[in-house]
């Protein structure tokens, strides 16, 4: 090639550049667009929407049974859970423990809708993790264990044990650190399909799982069929 083909050359890429990253530009501003619209409308439906459950009422019945050898407390919290809310928990054969991306814990979901999630979490080892900042307001009551929890903005931590219950707001990120056998209830009140794509990007670029994905996928859609099952006896459908 001569350097007048080179040149052409190097003129092509740097078309084909600044066609990318116009384009890139526009679907960025497209997205800004679209979010400004529909933050407002979900800020709005999430407000509005009836809840399943109360952070406090979780807490609560997370708390009776703490300080219990953990397998068990989760069984009475299941069962209990069973009772007040029925059709709205996943009966056992359903329910599944799967590793969470990017740190050595794993939870178990119980119930979930596009506004709720109720899981159970924790870890046998001890582990450090970034609790990424999510559009849900989270409370985890500790059934055994501690928890070392740090918020932005502070320069010391604070500790939970059993029968405590760590909260974290919505838009707010904190490091925590758990002891090995640490488990607790996790009740999360937000916009909980953003929730599980951070978790589904997490596993794609940290430790490309896609094991635990299907399974964190199949027991969400699951937990969505469930809900669904609920509202159409209750229209009287079925
Ligand atoms: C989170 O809690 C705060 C304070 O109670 C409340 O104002 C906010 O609406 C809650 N957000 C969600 C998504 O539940």
Same mark, same amino acid.
């Given at each position: 090639?001569?350097?007048?083909?080179?040149?052409?050359?190097?003129?092509?890429?740097?078309? *084909?550049?600044?066609?990318?990253?116009?384009?890139?530009?526009? +679907?960025?501003?497209?997205?800004?667009?679209?979010? +400004?619209? *529909?933050?407002?409308?979900?800020?709005? =439906?999430?407000?509005?929407?009836?809840?399943?459950?109360?952070?406090?009422?979780?807490?609560?019945?997370?708390?009776?049974? /703490?300080?219990?050898?953990?397998?068990?407390?989760?069984?009475?919290?299941?069962?209990?859970?069973?009772? /007040?809310?029925?059709?709205? !928990?996943?009966?056992?054969?359903?329910?599944?423990?799967?590793?969470?991306?990017?740190?050595?814990?794993?939870?178990?979901?119980?119930?979930?809708?596009?506004?709720?999630? *109720?899981?159970?979490?924790?870890?046998?080892?001890?582990? !450090?993790?970034?609790?990424?900042?999510? =559009?849900?307001?989270?409370? +985890?009551?500790?059934?055994?264990?501690?928890?070392?929890? =740090?918020?932005?903005?502070?320069?010391?931590?604070?500790?939970?044990?059993?029968?405590?219950?760590?909260?974290?707001?919505?838009?707010?990120?904190?490091?925590?650190?758990?002891?090995?056998?640490? =488990?607790?209830?996790?009740?999360?009140?937000?916009? !909980?399909?953003?929730?599980?794509?951070?978790?589904?990007?997490?596993?794609?670029?940290?430790?490309?799982?896609?094991? /635990?994905?299907?399974?964190?996928?199949?027991?969400? !859609?699951?937990?969505?069929? *469930?809900?669904?099952?609920?509202?159409?006896?209750?229209?009287?459908?079925?």
């Amino acid at each position: 090639m001569d350097v007048a083909g080179m040149r052409v050359g190097v003129h092509g890429v740097m078309a *084909l550049g600044m066609a990318v990253l116009g384009a890139a530009c526009l +679907a960025l501003l497209a997205l800004s667009l679209l979010s +400004a619209c *529909l933050v407002p409308l979900v800020v709005g =439906w999430l407000r509005d929407r009836p809840r399943m459950f109360d952070a406090d009422e979780v807490s609560r019945l997370a708390r009776q049974f /703490s300080g219990l050898e953990p397998g068990i407390a989760f069984q009475r919290v299941a069962t209990e859970l069973l009772r /007040s809310h029925p059709g709205h !928990i996943l009966p056992e054969e359903q329910r599944h423990w799967v590793l969470f991306p990017g740190r050595a814990s794993a939870h178990c979901l119980l119930h979930a809708s596009l506004t709720e999630q *109720l899981q159970l979490s924790g870890t046998a080892l001890d582990t !450090i993790a970034q609790s990424g900042r999510h =559009w849900a307001n989270v409370s +985890a009551t500790l059934v055994s264990g501690t928890v070392r929890q =740090w918020k932005e903005g502070t320069m010391t931590g604070e500790v939970f044990y059993a029968g405590d219950t760590v909260w974290r707001a919505s838009g707010e990120a904190t490091a925590e650190q758990w002891v090995a056998g640490t =488990w607790m209830v996790e009740y999360s009140h937000g916009f !909980i399909p953003l929730l599980l794509l951070t978790s589904f990007a997490e596993n794609l670029l940290t430790s490309n799982d896609l094991h /635990s994905m299907f399974y964190m996928l199949r027991a969400y !859609i699951r937990a969505l069929h *469930l809900e669904s099952l609920s509202a159409l006896q209750d229209a009287g459908f079925a």
